[in-house]
């Protein structure tokens, strides 16, 4: 069992910048990673990933504002966020997983440790 624990969200400004971070209890070298987002009555959707070898994606409403890194030496993951917007208002979830097919979409079930999220919230 991997457990993960994701710091660093709060509020901010439209227009503003945030890094969250997460780390895992073992295994960091070998899980593929991935930072999922749930807004209030919406479905949890997937906003970047990073496979162990350092391979990443984007989903389309946050390329070109959001990087996704990990530090294999201090076991952490880390999403700089950056021209945040309303609509980027969420729980954040820091997610791992041994397998990941990198060729479709990022899909929760396709992970099967999760964090317990970090709220974000933006101010218009």
């Known amino acids: 069992q991997v457990q993960l624990r994701e710091s660093g969200g709060g509020s901010v400004q439209a227009g503003g910048s945030l890094t969250l971070s997460c780390t895992a209890s073992?295994?960091?070298?070998?899980?593929?990673m991935a930072w999922f987002r749930q807004a209030p009555g919406k479905e949890r959707e997937g906003v970047a990933a990073v496979t162990r070898g350092g391979r990443t994606k984007y989903a389309d409403s946050v390329k070109g504002r959001v990087s996704i890194s990990r530090d294999n030496a201090t076991d952490t993951l880390a999403l700089q966020m950056n021209s945040l917007n309303p609509e980027d208002t969420a729980i954040y979830y820091c997610?791992?997983?041994?397998?990941?097919?990198?060729?479709?979409?990022?899909?929760?079930?396709?992970?099967?440790?999760w964090g317990q999220g970090t709220q974000v919230t933006v101010n218009s």
């Open positions: 997610a791992a997983d041994y397998t990941l097919i990198m060729t479709r979409p990022l899909v929760s079930s396709d992970f099967d440790f």
């Open positions: 073992r295994n960091f070298a070998l899980l593929h």
